[in-house]
């Protein structure tokens, strides 16, 4: 498909078509020596690296621990620039409206960055045309998914005929809208017919403890957050979504070793670096192999899987593959659960 092609001349390094394609300008000599000459002279400031969450957060601990290790290998201070707020709309766009020049880039949570476009009617950026693609840092398990004890499946089969057996009686719990718990039940409510009932939080936390406490039966969470509940007993673990195991709970089977072979059962997300279009190509290149060398350091590495986390920090070209494969899937899955976001 074509459609979303900029004018070779307009062309950022690496965008992205409204299929995830890449688009290639052919630039003159003389503005692949100027993008040399001024990848060479850089970083000469400080660099910025926005995200779209507050302090505290999952987002906030991967971009700190990066950051802390790229500024002696650049040279220059990173600086984490927190910018909550309109489910990461914000931090986003004001990367999309920064200086192509290197010094601002983000990091941001697959479902905003990805996701976001297909709940939004307007934003007040364009993913494809704003954007170029760094580095896709980690994949994350799509979670464990976790019921309340008193419910009698063990496996993801029989989860499923469990909720279709009750139809109408059973609900489960998100900590957002479009987060991975709201898309993976949204979709087994509505194969399996089971007219369950999806109860909103603000946070993986409180949604967590309303489990341990019966106010639902079913959701799906961190491993940070759910090994020690499953440990303890409180907690039941079912299955990992995604297409590997949690390195945090490497006895927990995938859904898919289970038959469970539907997108919504095997839906990671990630967390990916991106900064404005345009950025020089030899800069965003140079950042991509600097990310990679600190995600390959153990003690940082060590650090993600710890989390459950799985490095994946890699080229822009394989971000880029691994972003087109994504879109679809995130697309079809929102769509068809119908949510809109004002």
Sequence with gaps: PTTGLLKAEQRPILPL???GLLAFGVGTVAGLLASATHAQAWPGKPIHIVIPAPPGG????????ISDKLSPRLGQPVVVDNRPGASGILGI??????????????????????????????????????????????????GVIVVHPSVTANTG????????????????????????????????????????????????????QDLIGGQF??????A???????????????????????????????????????????LGGFFGMAAPANTPKD?????????????????????LESLGWRVTAGTPEEFVE???KAYSVWERLIRQSGLKAE
């Design 58 to 65: 999952a987002t906030d601990v991967l971009a700190r621990l």
């Design 322 to 324: 691994s972003w087109k």
């Design 157 to 208: 089969p029989q989860l499923l005929q469990y909720v279709a057996s009750r139809k109408g009686s059973l609900s489960y719990g998100s900590y957002g809208m479009g987060s991975f718990p709201h898309l993976i039940f949204s979709h087994m409510s509505q194969t399996q017919n089971a007219d369950m009932v999806h109860v909103l939080y603000k946070g993986e936390a409180p949604m967590v």
């Design 283 to 303: 800069i965003v290149q140079r950042m991509a192999r600097e990310v990679k060398g600190v995600c390959d350091m153990p003690e940082v590495s060590g650090r």
């Design 217 to 222: 039966q079913m959701a799906a969470a961190s």
């Design 224 to 266: 940070l957050v759910a090994k020690p509940h499953i440990e303890s007993g409180r907690l039941k673990a079912i299955g990992v979504a995604g297409a590997n195991r949690n390195p945090a709970l490497p006895n927990v089977p995938t859904l898919l070793e289970q038959g469970l072979t539907d997108d919504a059962y095997n």
């Design 93 to 142: 766009d004001a990367v999309a409206k920064a200086a192509p020049d290197g010094y601002t880039f983000l990091i941001a949570l697959s479902v905003q960055i990805l996701g976001n476009q297909f709940m939004f009617e307007k934003l007040p950026y364009n993913v494809d045309r704003d954007f170029v693609l760094v580095s896709q840092l980690v994949a994350i398990s799509g």
């Design 17 to 19: 078509n409204r299929r």
